[in-house]
Every structure is written in structure tokens, then in C-alpha cells.
T-cell receptor, first 113, second 112 residues
Framework: NAGVTQTPKFRILKIGQSMTLQCTQD?????MYWYRQDPGMGLKLIYY???????DKGEVPNGYNVSRSTTEDFPLRLELAAPSQTSVYFC????????????FGDGTRLSIL | DQQVKQNSPSLSVQEGRISILNCDYT??????FLWYKKYPAEGPTFLIS?????DKNEDGRFTVFLNKSAKHLSLHIVPSQPGDSAVYFC???????????FGTGTSLTVIP
């Protein structure tokens, strides 16, 4: 029972580099989400998707891109890494029906130097 | 603009006593509220939820209370156990269910 799997767990990037954070879920959930958590702060929604081929911006989308070509995968792309993007990134999924909780991966800790 | 607020960053409680974690929200359109528990180096895990048609929901040692007029919810843990030591986040969503808004978390320490 893998649930939501995120890779990598840790990564250090240089300013201006790009990378993709991977997220996959095996629960056949329609909805998927990307959050970032900064120290002492709650989770902020970056992007979400309600199904394959459909994505939408959350609270803090600037500097990120997403795609959803399959139900299972929801990668998050950083094109030009900036120090302000140093954070812990969490991917989550939910069935999409009303009043259902989200299931989270264990996060990717990203440092940009 | 923080729509969900947890004003207590930390809480310490003796084992066996009650832990009460509080959460306030500003958006009257929120109708579904959740509590998550998070251990270090892990993702948040769902603990308990409540919809706006109820004012109380109970699951074992965990009870969530909702006061809609005050826009306030609380999580009661009775009795508290050392394994309950974690960061607790409250979250809320509106009727679209697409977006969840999280508080900043309360770090609970249960002292043996």
C-alpha cells in the first residue's frame, strides 16, 4: 500500500537550475495537489489538478509549473530555481468527492543555494 | 492572508491529561474541517474531520468541536499519550472541495 510517493526526498540546487519533483499515487484518486511548507508556516497550495489534463493555480503558483497526463502522476517543475523556493514540498491526493480528506506523501526537502 | 489560524505554536501536557488544540477561521464559506497529525520527516496524516452540519465528531480518544458562530474549532485528545507528540494542523475547505487551507500548526508534547 504505497499511497502517495514523492521523489527525491532531498535535493540541493544552485540558483537558476531547474528540476522536476515527482509525485505518483496508486489510489486512483482524481484530485492531486502540491503544497509547500516554509518554517513556522502552514501548507500553502501551489497547484492542484481535478483530473488528467486539468490543472489550476493555488495560492502561490509563481515560479512553478505542473502537468497531469495520467491519473497517477503529477510532477512539479521549477524552471529557474530561486532561494525563495527553498522549502519542503508535499504532494497530496484525494478522491475528489465532497468531504474527503487528502492523503500526503512524505515530502521533498529542497534547498537552493 | 491567513484564513485558518492556530495561535498557539506549542503545547505541553502531562500524560493522561486532556490536550486541547484550537483553530480559528475567517471564511464563513468553509464547510468542512479537518485535523492532521505530522511527525518529523513525514507527511501529514489525516486524523479526524467534521462537516458544518455537525458541532461535534468523536473518534476514540479524539473529539473535534465546531462553533460556527465563533468560527472556531478545537481538537480534544483524552487521555493524552506520549505517542501523540507531533505537530497538529487544522485545515478547512469550502463547498467546491478543490482547495484546502491550512493553519500554521501546533506542536504538542506529551510528557510521560
Amino acid at each position: 500500500n504505497a499511497g502517495v510517493t514523492q521523489t527525491p526526498k532531498f535535493r540541493i540546487l544552485k540558483i537558476g537550475q531547474s528540476m522536476t519533483l515527482q509525485c505518483t499515487q496508486d489510489m486512483n484518486h482524481n484530485y492531486m495537489y502540491w503544497y509547500r511548507q516554509d518554517p513556522g508556516m502552514g501548507l500553502k497550495l501551489i497547484y492542484y489538478s481535478v483530473g488528467a489534463g486539468i490543472t489550476d493555480k493555488g495560492e502561490v503558483p509563481n515560479g512553478y509549473n505542473v502537468s497531469r497526463s495520467t491519473t497517477e502522476d503529477f510532477p512539479l517543475r521549477l524552471e529557474l530555481a530561486a532561494p525563495s523556493q527553498t522549502s519542503v514540498y508535499f504532494c497530496a491526493s484525494s478522491p475528489g468527492t465532497s468531504n474527503q480528506p487528502q492523503h500526503f506523501g512524505d515530502g521533498t526537502r529542497l534547498s537552493i543555494l | 492572508d491567513q484564513q485558518v489560524k492556530q495561535n498557539s505554536p506549542s503545547l505541553s501536557v502531562q500524560e493522561g491529561r486532556i490536550s486541547i488544540l484550537n483553530c480559528d477561521y475567517t471564511n464563513s464559506m468553509f464547510d468542512y474541517f479537518l485535523w492532521y497529525k505530522k511527525y518529523p520527516a513525514e507527511g501529514p496524516t489525516f486524523l479526524i474531520s467534521i462537516s458544518s452540519i455537525k458541532d461535534k465528531n468523536e473518534d476514540g480518544r479524539f473529539t473535534v468541536f465546531l462553533n460556527k458562530s465563533a468560527k472556531h474549532l478545537s481538537l480534544h485528545i483524552v487521555p493524552s499519550q506520549p505517542g501523540d507528540s507531533a505537530v497538529y494542523f487544522c485545515a478547512a475547505s469550502g463547498n467546491t472541495g478543490n482547495q484546502f487551507y491550512f493553519g500554521t500548526g501546533t506542536s504538542l508534547t506529551v510528557i510521560p
